[in-house]
């Protein structure tokens, strides 16, 4: 954006959306600014959001050369506007434990088949996810072997075709 504008781009405002656009020749580009960033970041704060998220972090200035903004001036006027200048994320005090083993659950009338002894629905299958044969509500997410089991909320059925949690 930075190189487009300094070749002679011209630059313009779209109002409705709050946000900067240029154009030279048949070229054409709509993107973020720093103001653009304050805008969005008062209209999180009154809407009483609880944060921001940002898609492409690779299209910020991340060395300061191209904008002559500094490094990083989008990420940083968004954490300015959200109050967090100070300091980088911190790490827990103490390390989380590592997860062991996935705790095996059983829904109301679906026990019984077993079968897998200890070793679990997932041992020896591809990571992914897999119905559970026994309770259409019900889907297993296998990792390295590891079981974890979920289930959809009350009303919905786990669908294979997408993966995901549906209307039966």
């Known amino acids: 954006i930075c190189s487009l504008l300094s070749s002679g781009a011209t630059q313009a405002w779209d109002e409705p959306q709050d946000v900067p656009y240029a154009y030279k020749g048949s070229e054409w580009v709509g993107y973020d600014n720093v103001k653009s960033f304050g805008l969005k970041v008062d209209w999180l704060k009154k809407n009483n959001f609880g944060g921001a998220m940002v898609w492409a972090l690779d299209m ?56 897998s002894g200890g070793s679990g629905f997932c041992a020896g299958k591809p990571n992914g996810i897999y119905a559970d044969p026994n309770n259409k509500r019900n889907f297993y997410s296998c990792l390295n072997g590891q079981t974890f089991v979920q289930s959809c909320e009350q009303g919905l059925v786990f669908d294979p075709a997408c993966s995901c949690c549906n209307w039966p």
């Open 60 to 115: 910020d200035d991340f060395t300061g050369d191209f904008c002559k903004e500094g490094k990083y001036p989008l990420i940083s006027s968004l954490k300015k506007g959200l109050g967090l200048q100070s300091g980088d994320c911190v790490p827990p005090s103490e390390p989380l434990p590592p997860i062991t083993e996935a705790p095996t659950t059983t829904s109301g009338g679906s026990g019984g088949s077993g079968g």
